[in-house]
């Protein structure tokens, strides 16, 4: 069983689409997660942890805010950049964790933080750049980029440097087409945190180069002591007219489905962005806006206790994975994936993955999406109880031939 779903075979249909899908596939991440609900659909008691979601409920206040607004008569269309009262909790928010001071102006809602890194990429990057992309990388990060017509440049992290981009390779990977310094921190797929420190040389790259810096904070709140959030800009003022912060309400608020991202950055670029989201989704949902503005204005103690629980289930699978060798984890500072090393077993991810699902009815995904073929990625976001379980599966499988070659 192939864990990655695969296009057909070219037809008379698909010669005719246009160039810029001829490398686009699939995600991973939605694929592993589409044939594990299908397998459990079937009646097979599948663990599924390729979730890129939190598995709480939205909060019930936020969920009040969204019926609310519906019977309020909130179910026209707004303006095309989000509600002016959404815009200043945005910037708000982002002020009050970073220490900046953007106003409405300089935000735009979007339906989800991959609409707005697909709006930045395409009102900032053009053919010819080339933006600079950390491997481990999060799944979509390539194609967005490709799809504005820029070439991503990935530069590798070293699992012995907790996955933190390196600096001089950074700047070794700078060329004359280089336009843009992409940074994602806590990481999708590995939970790397990256320090202020870092961050401080990174800028220095930056600033020297004049490369736009797209910062990718969707986990900013999802992160575990000793670990700290930093942003570029909170460490680097002077880059906040070369910055665009990226983030949402989806991870913090267990409110994916609700579809609110934002951008974050100078007003002529946000601009820009609004007037090509104008001829493409235009507004996000209005219903999801208010729930939205209820989630960044109100009681954050429901964050709070999700972090704790996040924290619980972080050290119990880590820990867990540890104990079964061959395997090793490091424990991730931030977000909710374990990234496990499963080269000891001799084999890659995909075929590890394919393997886990068909013998052990343990859903994971493979890291060749994220461009580390070494390893799988496995949410956390599932009770104890589950995590357990998929452990003891492991173990099981781990002490079988088959799980030993």
């Not at 890129?52 to 019926?67: H, L, R, S, W, Y």
């Not at 053919?127 to 491997?135: A, K």
């Not at 981009?165 to 945190?193: C, K, M, Y």
């Not at 950055?265 to 493409?280: D, F, K, V």
Request: proline share 8%; net charge neutral; aromatic share 6%.
């Amino acid at each position: 069983m192939s864990p990655i779903s695969t296009f057909a075979e070219p037809s008379a249909h698909t010669t005719v689409l246009a160039d810029r899908l001829r490398d686009i596939t699939e995600s991973a991440t939605l694929a592993l997660a589409e044939q594990a609900k299908a397998l459990a659909q079937a009646g097979r008691p599948v663990i599924d942890l390729t979730a890129g979601e939190p598995d709480f409920p939205t909060p019930e206040p936020i969920k009040q805010a969204g019926i609310e607004a519906i019977r309020a008569g909130k179910t026209t269309y707004t303006p095309v950049a989000g509600i002016r009262e959404l815009r200043a909790a945005v910037a708000d928010s982002v002020n009050r964790l970073r220490g900046t001071s953007y106003g409405p102006s300089q935000v735009l809602v979007t339906c989800g933080t991959k609409h707005a890194l697909f709006n930045v990429f395409q009102a900032l990057c053009g053919p010819g750049d080339e933006v600079i992309v950390s491997s481990p990388y999060w799944v979509s990060f390539p194609p967005l980029v490709r799809l504005s017509g820029a070439t991503p440049v990935i530069v590798p992290t070293r699992e012995s440097d907790g996955f933190v981009p390196d600096p001089a390779a950074v700047e070794r990977a700078v060329s004359g087409a280089a336009r843009v310094l992409l940074i994602n921190s806590p990481s999708n797929p590995t939970g790397a945190v990256i320090g202020a420190e870092r961050l401080a040389a990174l800028s220095r790259i930056a600033a020297v180069h004049r490369l736009i810096v797209v910062s990718d904070e969707i986990y900013d709140q999802l992160v575990y002591p000793p670990a700290r959030h930093r942003s570029i800009v909170e460490v680097a003022p002077e880059l906040v007219e070369r910055t665009v912060i990226v983030g949402g309400v989806s991870k913090t608020y267990s409110m994916t489905g609700w579809r609110i991202g934002y951008a974050v950055g100078p007003a002529p670029w946000i601009e820009a962005m609004t007037r090509l989201q104008s001829h493409s989704t235009s507004n996000p949902a209005s219903i999801s806006q208010y729930a939205a503005l209820c989630a960044l204005t109100g009681d954050q103690g429901a964050v709070a206790r999700m972090r704790e629980e996040f924290q619980r289930r972080r050290d119990r699978l880590v820990s867990g994975l540890n104990g079964l060798r061959p395997l090793t984890c490091a424990p991730p500072g931030g977000a909710f994936y374990a990234w496990c090393n499963v080269r000891g077993l001799g084999q890659q991810g995909s075929a590890t993955a394919a393997q886990w699902l068909e013998d052990a009815l343990v859903a994971v995904v493979p890291g060749e999406g994220f461009g580390a073929p070494d390893f799988v990625r496995m949410s956390f976001a599932a009770p104890l109880s589950t995590i357990d379980e998929a452990l003891r599966r492991l173990e099981t499988w781990l002490s079988q031939p088959r799980g030993r070659r």
